[in-house]
């Protein structure tokens, strides 16, 4: 009886002290407490676009989104699903600035400047034209230069004429375009402007799917004077804009195909020549302005602030190179 008892109470002892030896092992020491922990990583595709500016992602894509060919939002706030790639080089084109990789557009964008190149070529004597900025692989706010060409329908197009041969890559990246405006701002400058910047322009305005061609007022109201009362429809496309000394800028219309492009408001009724219309370009707060600094740097544009059918087409699959090849 005695030893029987004696074994119970040693059980019990053995039990209690597993269970002391569980509890430290469970419990951390001061060392263990006080260890910081790792930070999170903001690694994840979602925590980036929400982090960086739109800018940012959409430029480093190089490659166009797989799928159908779309024109999304607005020409400055949208994006380029199924990019198409103008050829860089072409019987009667060469794209400059090749290192910005913004050759790219909608199909519609594309096929145009497949027509346009010759009818340009014919209507002014040139070897060919000269162009520049697209947009990117899948469009959307660039890192530099433009508010637009985000959508895929905007180029520019330069007021210098091709050379008669194929520019080097080096050539196409320090050659700069010819500005066709006065210093003073107020009229083209007669060293540089010619009839054929004249019907350079009127080619590519009097095509259907065009759907504004921005130039300088200078070269606006230069137009205005050499077409003096035969008010022709495709004056009313050729608006004033900002800068546009050395190209002209030509916006499509939205294509069939891309229900979610926003389109832009009509041209107003006219062909733009009036005084009261051309006064406003050739004010002083528009041909001195005072820029003042900003209190704050602006806000940038970020992937939430486009369409949402934006992230998907920044988040799609890239097309394959054979696929982009069969578009060339």
Not at 117 to 125: N, Q, V
Not at 164 to 190: F, G, H, I, N, W
Not at 223 to 242: D, N, Q, T
Not at 276 to 291: D, G, M, N, Q, R
Request: a positive charge; proline letters at 11%; aromatic letters at 6%.
């Amino acid at each position: 009886m005695v030893a029987r008892l004696a074994a119970c109470v040693a059980g019990v002892v053995a039990l209690v002290g597993v269970g002391a030896s569980a509890q430290q092992a469970q419990k951390p020491t001061l060392a263990a407490a006080s260890a910081p922990l790792p930070p999170a990583k903001p690694s994840s595709v979602a925590a980036r676009e929400r982090l960086a500016p739109a800018k940012t992602l959409f430029g480093e894509v190089r490659l166009p989104s797989r799928g159908r060919p779309a024109a999304i939002g607005y020409y400055p706030r949208g994006c380029l699903a199924g990019g198409v790639a103008l050829p860089v080089d072409g019987p009667t084109w060469q794209v400059m600035r090749l290192s910005r990789n913004r050759n790219w557009g909608h199909p519609e964008l594309v096929n145009f400047l497949r027509r346009f190149a010759p009818l340009a070529a014919k209507a002014t004597g040139w070897p060919g034209i000269l162009i520049g900025d697209m947009a990117q692989p899948r469009g959307g706010p660039t890192v530099s230069d433009h508010m637009s060409h985000q959508t895929g329908l905007d180029v520019d197009i330069w007021f210098r004429p091709m050379p008669d041969r194929r520019l080097s890559v080096e050539e196409r990246e320090t050659m700069v375009a010819t500005s066709v405006v006065a210093a003073d701002k107020l009229t083209v400058d007669p060293t540089t402007w010619t009839p054929a910047h004249a019907a350079f322009i009127r080619a590519a305005a009097e095509q259907p799917e065009v759907e504004r061609v921005l130039v300088n007022a200078a070269i606006k109201k230069e137009l205005c004077r050499l077409e003096g009362r035969r008010h022709f429809a495709w004056m009313s496309k050729v608006r004033p804009w900002y800068g546009h000394a050395d190209h002209m800028h030509v916006r499509l219309k939205c294509p069939a195909d891309s229900p979610q492009c926003r389109s832009q408001p009509p041209v107003p009724a006219g062909d733009g020549c009036s005084d009261k219309e051309l006064a406003y370009w050739f004010s002083e707060k528009v041909l001195h302005p005072v820029i003042k600094p900003p209190a704050k740097p602006p806000k940038p544009v970020m992937l939430a602030d486009l369409p949402p059918a934006c992230k998907a087409v920044l988040e799609a699959p890239p097309k394959t190179e054979g696929a982009i090849a069969k578009t060339r």
